[in-house]
């Protein structure tokens, strides 16, 4: 049986997804994007788009469908690309700016797992996001 195999050897080490508390930079790309585009669509999008080098390895990025019940976590590590995925039960809906000057927003990784944990980070910190709208 392969099952016993892989799980063994994603907690020797010698595969293993890595944490969000790893990363340097978290950046959520503005826009509301089309879910069918995948890690070359998405590498477009930071590289051109955002402006930002989507093979640095130290930092993640976020994209959010149209109808906001799904996250897109972007990220390059030694070899190749990660993505990963967060859907949401309906009838809940993920927060996300609708007005920013910048279509790469630079957030705080407490920012990002209370945004991956359903808060409204936009409302809750105007202080901090003052130029974003929901």
Same mark, same amino acid.
């Given at each position: 049986d392969a099952r016993p195999y892989l799980v063994s050897s994603i907690f020797k080490g010698t595969c293993k997804m890595r944490g969000v508390g790893e990363f340097n930079k978290m950046y959520l790309y503005r826009g509301l994007i089309d /879910? =069918? !585009?995948? $890690?070359? +669509? *998405?590498? #477009? %999008?930071v590289q051109e788009d955002m402006g930002l080098s989507v093979t640095?390895? +130290?930092? *993640? #990025? $976020? /994209?959010?469908?149209?109808? =906001?019940?799904? $996250? !897109?976590?972007l990220y390059f590590d030694k070899n190749g690309f990660a993505l990963? %995925? !967060? =859907?949401?039960? !309906?009838p809940l809906k993920f927060s996300w700016p609708k007005d920013h000057e910048e279509s790469a927003i630079n957030i705080p990784l407490k920012d990002l797992e209370m945004l991956l944990d359903g808060v409204n980070i936009w409302t809750r910190f105007k202080n901090v996001y003052n130029d974003c709208k929901m």
């Open positions: /879910f =069918r !585009k995948g $890690i070359t +669509s *998405l590498s #477009y %999008l640095s390895g +130290s930092s *993640l #990025y $976020i /994209f959010c469908n149209r109808n =906001r019940s799904q $996250i !897109k976590i990963w %995925l !967060k =859907r949401l039960e !309906k």
